[in-house]
């Protein structure tokens, strides 16, 4: 169990375009979803916690207006990069935790490449 | 802030070889400790994860240490084989169980 799905696994699109990345946990409920950036040769950066229900909180640095989270059910978080430039490309990660957890351990999804020409 | 480092940035070493990874955090608050496995541009692999009224934890050839004192883990790797290359990434959480901060990484590769 704790599987963590995204899609699309890559996508590749044009300057000034948005982009949705789908994140879901497959079998069981996940009331805290986070979302990753990795760029090349570094580690991973938390840019938002989402939690169901709710707004997003993002870590500083992270532009809400840009970067547009909605966890609308306990399975599926949604990020869409609005109007996508090539620094935004980068390698998107995100992570479950399952809604009665006692470990806080959050479960990956296998990773969204962006590439924005 | 919490910073996590990890030393060696890069390792390789002959197949066969037992070997150990190092992590370093700077804020000693930490509800767990991870170890994940990450092959070149996919996700994460969840190795270990120690609690932190842990000391350590164990799988297969993976060891993995927790001294929250002093803001170090270790990652035991015995009898290495080809294909544990890969990069090895720690994470602490902290932020009430929220936040998780991954280290810098070290890069293996294990030689024939």
């Known amino acids: 169990g704790a599987v963590v799905s995204q899609h699309p696994s890559w996508v590749i699109c044009k300057s000034g375009t948005s982009v949705k990345i789908e994140c879901r946990s497959l079998d069981f409920q996940a009331t805290t979803m986070f979302w990753y950036r990795q760029f090349p040769k570094q580690s991973l950066m938390l840019m938002a916690t989402?939690?169901?229900?709710?707004?997003?909180?993002?870590e500083q640095g992270v532009e809400k207006d840009k970067f547009l989270i909605n966890h609308a059910s306990l399975t599926l978080s949604t990020l869409t990069v609005t109007s996508a430039h090539p620094e935004d490309s980068s390698f998107y990660i995100c992570s479950a935790r399952r809604t009665q957890s006692s470990y806080n351990e959050q479960f990956f999804g296998p990773g969204t490449r962006l590439t924005v020409l | 802030k919490q910073e996590v480092t990890q030393i060696p940035a890069a390792l390789s070493v002959p197949e066969g070889e037992n070997l150990v990874l190092n992590c370093s955090f700077t804020d000693s608050a930490i509800y767990n400790l991870q170890w994940f496995r990450q092959d070149p541009g996919k996700g994460l692999t969840s190795l270990l994860l120690i609690q932190s009224s842990q000391r350590e934890q164990t799988s297969g050839r993976l060891n993995a240490s927790l001294d929250k004192s002093s803001g170090r883990s270790t990652l035991y790797i015995a009898a290495s084989q080809p294909g544990d290359s890969a990069t090895y990434l720690c994470a602490v959480l902290t932020g009430g169980g929220n936040k998780l901060t991954f280290g810098t990484g070290t890069q293996l590769k294990v030689e024939l």
């Open positions: 989402s939690n169901e229900g709710s707004k997003a909180t993002y």
